[in-house]
Nanobody, 117 residues
Framework: QVQLVESGGGLVQPGGSLRLSCAASASISSINTMGWYRQAPGKERELVARIFKSGITTYGDSVKGRFTISRDNAKSTVYLQMNSLKPEDTAVYYC???????????WGQGTQVTVSS
């Protein structure tokens, strides 16, 4: 069982920034993809950003140009730098990893991000 520990959520004003972190208990070599999803009240969970083993990144349309995903291979940790935050970015943000070989996904517990003045 792989554990994911998320941190970095909170309350921020519109236009502000936050950085989320997600540390995995698995070796980076065993992970295919690391990513972030979010779910706002009354809405479906959606992809925010993900980074593949190759280093290729993809982003949801609503966050392109504002959010940046990165990882620290030595720490098996993925980050989400969120800039120019908007009220519509308010949601619970979940870390997700997809294991190589087995294809099993693991989810973090979620961290609340609230953008409000």
């Amino acid at each position: 069982q792989v554990q994911l520990v998320e941190s970095g959520g909170g309350l921020v004003q519109p236009g502000g920034s936050l950085r989320l972190s997600c540390a995995a208990s698995a070796s980076i070599s065993s992970i295919n993809t690391m990513g972030w999803y979010r779910q706002a009240p009354g809405k479906e969970r959606e992809l925010v950003a993900r980074i593949f083993k190759s280093g290729i990144t993809t982003y949801g349309d609503s966050v392109k140009g504002r959010f940046t995903i990165s990882r620290d291979n030595a720490k098996s940790t993925v980050y989400l730098q969120m800039n120019s935050l908007k009220p519509e970015d308010t949601a619970v943000y979940y870390c997700r990893i997809l294991m190589s070989g087995t294809g099993i996904p693991y989810w973090g517990q979620g961290t609340q991000v609230t953008v409000s003045s």
